[in-house]
C-alpha cells in the first residue's frame, strides 16, 4: 500500500524534532542515544499495534497497561519457580491473549461498548496483578532471559530487532490477509460489512486479542529490561499507545490509519521523553509539553484533512 | 407560500409550488413518497431555505432562514420520530429550555407543573405533568409533542394568562390574529392505535377551533376525510391539486396520486420462468405478519408498499440480517434457518440494501476491495491475500458494470449510480441466484438507472431471481414480473405485471381493497 501523503507530514513532523533537538543539545544525535530513543521507545510501540488494530476498528482498549502488568507477573512468578522460559514465555502470552479475548467477546457478544469493558479489565487485570503477587515486585532473573532486553545483535538492542519483526508481521496481517481487511471494513462501516458475510462478532473478538497479545510480548520486554516484573508496571502505558496511534494519523472514528503512522508516532513520544530530559526539563513540565503536542498533532491532522476533504 | 421551489444536487424537488394555509383549517397534505412533501414543510420550518418563492404569513411577506425564525412566526413542526427526553416528565419536556426560574436559575417547581397543568387542561389532555415520559405510550408521548409544541406560541401564552384566555378563546380568530400559529404533523399517526388516533384527532379539532392553521401528512385516506377541511395532492415536486374536501373522492385522489406520463422507458426483457429459489411461508415477527411467497428463477418479484409497510423488514428477515422469528423460509425447497447474513449468503441470497452509505459500503476502502469483501475466504489462501487477487476478481465486475472510477478510489469519492454499482458488483463475483434489490435506484442518475435494469436482465437471463423492492411505480410497473403490495406488515395482494397500473397499485398499498372504481367512502 502507498503510504499516505498524511503520514509523511508526521514523518517531517519527527524529523523536525530531531532537528531542534541536534541543535538544542550535542548528545542528541549520537549513535548512543538514538539507539537509545529506539530501545526505549519499543515497549510503548509494540503496545500501540495492538491498539492500532482496536482503533482502526473502532474501539478503543484501555486494558493494555494492565495486561502489561499480569502477562509480566505470570511471566516473572513462573520463571522464579524454576520452570524454563519454554512454559513461562507461552503462558505469559497466553494470559495476555485471554483477557484481550475476553474484552472482545465481551464487546461483539455482549453487545458493550469497548470504553467500558476494556475500563472494567483495566481495574481487573491490575487487581489480578496486584493479588497475585501479594503487591511486592518479582525480581531477580536469569541472564539467558534478560537478553531478551539486554542483548544485542551487532550493535542494535534486542528490543529494536524483536519491534521491527512484531512491525513487519502486524503489517503484513494488515495490509495482506482477510482479517487485517476486515479490521479496516469493521472499522469503517461495520454494517455494510456484516451484510457482506463477514462474522463481525469473531473478527472483533480477535482483534482485542491481537491487543492482548501485544500487551504481554511488550511485557516480556519490560520484565527483561527491568529484570523485574512489578504488578505496577505499565500504568498509562493505554494513553501513550492511544497516543502514539493517533499521532500516527490513525482516526479515532476507525477504518483509517496505518501501523507506519502509528510507530512514528511513537517514535516521537520516544524522541520528545529522551529531547526533553537531555535538556533537563522537569518532569513536571514535560507532561505539559507531551499533551501540548499530542493535541496540536491531532489538530493539524484534523486541518488538513478537512481540507482534503473539500 | 407562493412559488415554492427548491432544487437538490441533480433534482428539482419543488418546482414552483404554491400552497394556502387557513387559520382554523385543517389541510391535508397527500402525495407518493418522494412527491416533495417533506421538502416543502422543511422550508416552511426552516430546516431548509427556498431557491425561490415567497412565504407570507397573515398578508406579510416573511423570510424564513432558520428553524429559529419559523419558530419566532409560531411556526411548529412534530416529525414522525419523536423528539422527547424520556427520562424527564413531562412538565420538563414541555418547557425543556424554557422552564420558569426563581433566585436566579433555580427551577420554580411548583411554577412549572402549575402552568403544565394549565396548559395540558386547556388542550383537553388528560395527563399528569408529573409523569415521566418514558412510563407514557405513543399516543400520550405525541399529546406531550403537540403540548410542547405549542406551548412558546401565543396560543399557550394566552391559556397560561387566564383572562387572555378568556378573551381568546370567546374570540378564536383573535388569537390567530395577534401571531400566526401553524402546526404541522408529518404522519402523526402511524404509530398509534385506533383509540389513540380518536383521541388524538379530537384534539386536533379543538387545536383548529382555537384558529390554529394545522397542515398534516399522512398517506391514509380515511384519515382525510375524518379531520380535512382542505386538501393538496403533491406530486413530482409540484401540486397537483388543491381541493375543498367535500369535493373529492376516494378514486379522485387516488388517480391525482398516481397519474403521471408513463414516458421512462424500461428495457423489461422476459424470461422464461423456472423453478422455484426461495419460498417464503407466514413470516412474522416485528412489524410483519403471516406474509408468504415464492420467488422464481427468471423473474422479477416487485414489491410495492409505502414507507413503513414492512418492505425493508421482509427483505432483511430474508437475506439474514435479521432473525426470522415467525414462519419459515425455503431456498430450492429446502428449509433454512439464517443467524447472520454470512448464512443467506452461502445459500445465494444477496441483500442491495435500502441505504447503500450506512449499509452498503465502506466508504473508505477502495472499489476493487469493496466489491471483493464478501469474498475473502475464497479469495484468500491460509487467510493471506496474494497482492492482486482482489482486483483480478473486482477489475472485470467493475468494467462490465461501468463503474467510472479506478478501482484504487476509495468508494467515498464516487457519484451515487456508481457506489450503487460497486454495491451490486459486490454480488455478481459469487454463486448469488437469489438477489434482494431494496430501492436500487435511489438517488441515482438516469443513465445509471439504466444499466442498473439491464443488469436485471441479465441476471434474470441467467436464471436468478429478482426480489425489488422500490417506491418508485413506473419502475416497478416497468420492471416486474409480478407484484407484491404490501400494507401495514402484510401481503395486500398480488398483482401481475399484465393486470398491474399504478392505481391498482396504489390502492392497495393504501389499504384499499379493489375498491378505486366503485367509488365507496371508507
Given at each position: 500500500m502507498i503510504v499516505p501523503a498524511r503520514q509523511f507530514g508526521t514523518l517531517i513532523g519527527l524529523l523536525a524534532l530531531c532537528a531542534i533537538l541536534w541543535i538544542l543539545t550535542p548528545h542528541f544525535m549520537t549513535v548512543s542515544n538514538l539507539l537509545n530513543v529506539a530501545e526505549q521507545t519499543s515497549i510503548n510501540a509494540i503496545v500501540a499495534v495492538g491498539m492500532t488494530f482496536v482503533i482502526l476498528s473502532g474501539g478503543i482498549d484501555l486494558s493494555v497497561g494492565s495486561i502489561v502488568a499480569l502477562s509480566g507477573v505470570v511471566l516473572g512468578t513462573s520463571l522464579?519457580?524454576?520452570?524454563?522460559?519454554?512454559?513461562?514465555?507461552?503462558?505469559?502470552?497466553?494470559?495476555?491473549?485471554?483477557?484481550?479475548?475476553?474484552?472482545?467477546?465481551?464487546?461483539?457478544?455482549?453487545?458493550?461498548?469497548?470504553?467500558?469493558?476494556?475500563?472494567?479489565?483495566?481495574?481487573?487485570?491490575?487487581?489480578?496483578?496486584?493479588?497475585?503477587?501479594?503487591?511486592?515486585?518479582?525480581?531477580?532473573?536469569?541472564?539467558?532471559?534478560?537478553?531478551?532486553?539486554t542483548g544485542r545483535v551487532g550493535f542494535?538492542?534486542?528490543?529494536?530487532?524483536?519491534?521491527?519483526?512484531?512491525?513487519?508481521?502486524?503489517?503484513?496481517?494488515?495490509?495482506?490477509?482477510?482479517?487485517?481487511?476486515?479490521?479496516?471494513?469493521?472499522?469503517?462501516?461495520?454494517?455494510?460489512?456484516?451484510?457482506?458475510?463477514?462474522?463481525?462478532?469473531?473478527?472483533?473478538?480477535?482483534?482485542?486479542?491481537?491487543s492482548g497479545l501485544m500487551s504481554a510480548l511488550a511485557a516480556v520486554?519490560?520484565?527483561?529490561?527491568?529484570?523485574?516484573?512489578?504488578?505496577?508496571?505499565?500504568?498509562?502505558?493505554?494513553?501513550?499507545?492511544?497516543?502514539?496511534?493517533?499521532?500516527?494519523?490513525?482516526?479515532?472514528?476507525?477504518?483509517?490509519?496505518?501501523?507506519?503512522?502509528?510507530?512514528?508516532?511513537?517514535?516521537?513520544?520516544?524522541?520528545?521523553?529522551?529531547?526533553?530530559?537531555?535538556?533537563?526539563?522537569?518532569?513536571?513540565?514535560?507532561?505539559?509539553?507531551?499533551?501540548?503536542?499530542?493535541?496540536?498533532?491531532?489538530?493539524i491532522d484534523t486541518v488538513l484533512k478537512r481540507k482534503n476533504s473539500t | 407560500m407562493r412559488g415554492i421551489r427548491k432544487a437538490f444536487p441533480g433534482v428539482v424537488a419543488l418546482d414552483g409550488v404554491d400552497l394556502t394555509l387557513e387559520a382554523g383549517a385543517v389541510h391535508m397534505l397527500l402525495g407518493e413518497n418522494g412527491a416533495g412533501k417533506s421538502t416543502l414543510m422543511k422550508i416552511l420550518s426552516g430546516a431548509y431555505t427556498k431557491d425561490a418563492g415567497d412565504i407570507r404569513i397573515n398578508g406579510r411577506a416573511v423570510e424564513i432562514r432558520s428553524p429559529r425564525d419559523a419558530l419566532a412566526l409560531g411556526?411548529?413542526?412534530?416529525?414522525?420520530?419523536?423528539?422527547?427526553?424520556?427520562?424527564?416528565?413531562?412538565?420538563?419536556?414541555?418547557?425543556?429550555?424554557?422552564?420558569?426560574?426563581?433566585?436566579?436559575?433555580?427551577?420554580?417547581?411548583?411554577?412549572?407543573?402549575?402552568?403544565?397543568?394549565?396548559?395540558?387542561?386547556?388542550?383537553?389532555?388528560?395527563?399528569?405533568?408529573?409523569?415521566?415520559?418514558?412510563?407514557?405510550?405513543?399516543?400520550?408521548?405525541?399529546?406531550?409533542?403537540?403540548?410542547?409544541?405549542?406551548?412558546?406560541?401565543?396560543?399557550?401564552?394566552?391559556?397560561?394568562?387566564?383572562?387572555?384566555?378568556?378573551?381568546?378563546?370567546?374570540?378564536?380568530s383573535g388569537v390567530a390574529g395577534r401571531s400566526a400559529s401553524v402546526l404541522v404533523m408529518d404522519e402523526p399517526t402511524s404509530s398509534l392505535t385506533s383509540r389513540e388516533v380518536t383521541q388524538l384527532f379530537a384534539l386536533i379539532q379543538r387545536l383548529a377551533a382555537r384558529g390554529v392553521a394545522i397542515v398534516y401528512i399522512t398517506h391514509r385516506l380515511d384519515e382525510v376525510f375524518r379531520i380535512g377541511h382542505q386538501i393538496t395532492v403533491m406530486r413530482d415536486g409540484r401540486v397537483v391539486a388543491t381541493r375543498p374536501i367535500q369535493e373529492v373522492t376516494v378514486p379522485e385522489l387516488v388517480r391525482m396520486m398516481?397519474?403521471?406520463?408513463?414516458?421512462?422507458?424500461?428495457?423489461?426483457?422476459?424470461?422464461?420462468?423456472?423453478?422455484?429459489?426461495?419460498?417464503?411461508?407466514?413470516?412474522?415477527?416485528?412489524?410483519?405478519?403471516?406474509?408468504?411467497?415464492?420467488?422464481?428463477?427468471?423473474?422479477?418479484?416487485?414489491?410495492?408498499?409505502?414507507?413503513?409497510?414492512?418492505?425493508?423488514?421482509?427483505?432483511?428477515?430474508?437475506?439474514?440480517?435479521?432473525?426470522?422469528?415467525?414462519?419459515?423460509?425455503?431456498?430450492?425447497?429446502?428449509?433454512?434457518?439464517?443467524?447472520?447474513?454470512?448464512?443467506?449468503?452461502?445459500?445465494?441470497i444477496g441483500l442491495l440494501p435500502e441505504d447503500r452509505k450506512a449499509q452498503?459500503?465502506?466508504?473508505?476502502?477502495?472499489?476493487?476491495?469493496?466489491?471483493?469483501?464478501?469474498?475473502?475466504r475464497r479469495l484468500a489462501?491460509?487467510?493471506?491475500?496474494?497482492?492482486?487477487?482482489?482486483?483480478?476478481?473486482?477489475?472485470?465486475?467493475?468494467?462490465?458494470?461501468?463503474?467510472?472510477?479506478?478501482?484504487?478510489?476509495?468508494?467515498?469519492?464516487?457519484?451515487?449510480?456508481?457506489?450503487?454499482k460497486v454495491v451490486l458488483g459486490k454480488w455478481l463475483a459469487g454463486d448469488v441466484r437469489i438477489f434482494i434489490f431494496d430501492e436500487p435506484t435511489r438517488g441515482v442518475d438516469v443513465?445509471?438507472?439504466?444499466?442498473?435494469?439491464?443488469l436485471m436482465n441479465r441476471l434474470t437471463a441467467r436464471g436468478a431471481g429478482i426480489i425489488m423492492i422500490s417506491s418508485e411505480l413506473p419502475e416497478l410497473l416497468g420492471m416486474s414480473d409480478r407484484i407484491l403490495v404490501m400494507h401495514r406488515g402484510r401481503l395486500q395482494t398480488e398483482i401481475a405485471a399484465a393486470d398491474a397500473t399504478e392505481e391498482r397499485v396504489l390502492s392497495a398499498a393504501l389499504g384499499l381493497a379493489h375498491s378505486t372504481s366503485s367509488g365507496q367512502a371508507i
Open positions: 522464579q519457580a524454576g520452570h524454563s522460559l519454554a512454559v513461562a514465555l507461552p503462558l505469559s502470552l497466553a494470559v495476555g491473549v485471554l483477557c484481550g479475548l475476553a474484552n472482545g467477546a465481551l464487546v461483539s457478544w455482549g453487545g458493550l461498548p469497548p470504553f467500558i469493558v476494556t475500563l472494567g479489565t483495566m481495574s481487573i487485570a491490575r487487581g489480578a496483578a496486584l493479588l497475585f503477587t501479594e503487591g511486592r515486585p518479582v525480581s531477580g532473573f536469569d541472564p539467558s532471559f534478560r537478553v531478551l532486553a542494535i538492542p534486542a528490543p529494536v530487532i524483536e519491534t521491527t519483526v512484531v512491525y513487519a508481521a502486524a503489517h503484513f496481517v494488515l495490509s495482506r490477509t482477510t482479517f487485517g481487511r476486515y479490521v479496516y471494513a469493521i472499522g469503517g462501516n461495520e454494517e455494510a460489512t456484516r451484510l457482506s458475510g463477514v462474522p463481525i462478532r469473531f473478527h472483533k473478538t480477535m482483534i482485542y486479542g491481537v520486554i519490560l520484565t527483561a529490561r527491568l529484570n523485574s516484573a512489578q504488578p505496577i508496571a505499565g500504568m498509562m502505558y493505554e494513553l501513550d499507545a492511544i497516543a502514539a496511534t493517533v499521532i500516527g494519523g490513525t482516526s479515532l472514528m476507525g477504518g483509517d490509519g496505518s501501523l507506519a503512522g502509528t510507530l512514528v508516532g511513537a517514535l516521537i513520544m520516544g524522541v520528545l521523553r529522551n529531547g526533553l530530559n537531555l535538556l533537563g526539563v522537569s518532569s513536571f513540565l514535560q507532561q505539559i509539553v507531551i499533551g501540548a503536542v499530542i493535541v496540536v498533532a491531532v489538530l | 411556526i411548529r413542526v412534530i416529525y414522525q420520530e419523536l423528539n422527547l427526553v424520556p427520562h424527564l416528565s413531562v412538565a420538563e419536556n414541555i418547557f425543556l429550555g424554557a422552564a420558569p426560574v426563581r433566585w436566579g436559575g433555580f427551577v420554580d417547581w411548583p411554577e412549572l407543573y402549575d402552568r403544565t397543568s394549565r396548559l395540558l387542561a386547556d388542550l383537553g389532555m388528560s395527563l399528569d405533568p408529573r409523569a415521566l415520559v418514558s412510563r407514557l405510550g405513543l399516543a400520550q408521548r405525541q399529546m406531550v409533542e403537540i403540548a410542547k409544541a405549542l406551548s412558546g406560541s401565543a396560543f399557550a401564552k394566552a391559556s397560561a394568562d387566564k383572562s387572555a384566555f378568556a378573551r381568546a378563546s370567546a374570540d378564536t398516481a397519474n403521471r406520463d408513463l414516458a421512462d422507458h424500461f428495457p423489461k426483457i422476459r424470461v422464461e420462468r423456472g423453478a422455484e429459489l426461495l419460498r417464503v411461508e407466514n413470516v412474522g415477527g416485528g412489524p410483519l405478519s403471516g406474509i408468504s411467497f415464492s420467488l422464481h428463477a427468471g423473474e422479477v418479484l416487485g414489491i410495492a408498499g409505502l414507507l413503513g409497510a414492512g418492505r425493508t423488514e421482509l427483505a432483511r428477515v430474508v437475506a439474514g440480517a435479521d432473525r426470522c422469528q415467525e414462519g419459515r423460509l425455503l431456498v430450492q425447497g429446502r428449509e433454512v434457518r439464517f443467524r447472520e447474513p454470512e448464512d443467506a449468503i452461502a445459500h445465494g452498503g459500503l465502506v466508504p473508505g476502502l477502495t472499489v476493487a476491495r469493496n466489491i471483493a469483501l464478501p469474498h475473502g489462501r491460509l487467510g493471506i491475500l496474494s497482492r492482486q487477487c482482489e482486483t483480478a476478481m473486482a477489475d472485470p465486475i467493475a468494467a462490465d458494470l461501468r463503474v467510472k472510477a479506478t478501482p484504487t478510489q476509495p468508494v467515498r469519492l464516487l457519484s451515487g449510480g456508481n457506489q450503487q443513465g445509471a438507472k439504466v444499466e442498473i435494469y439491464n
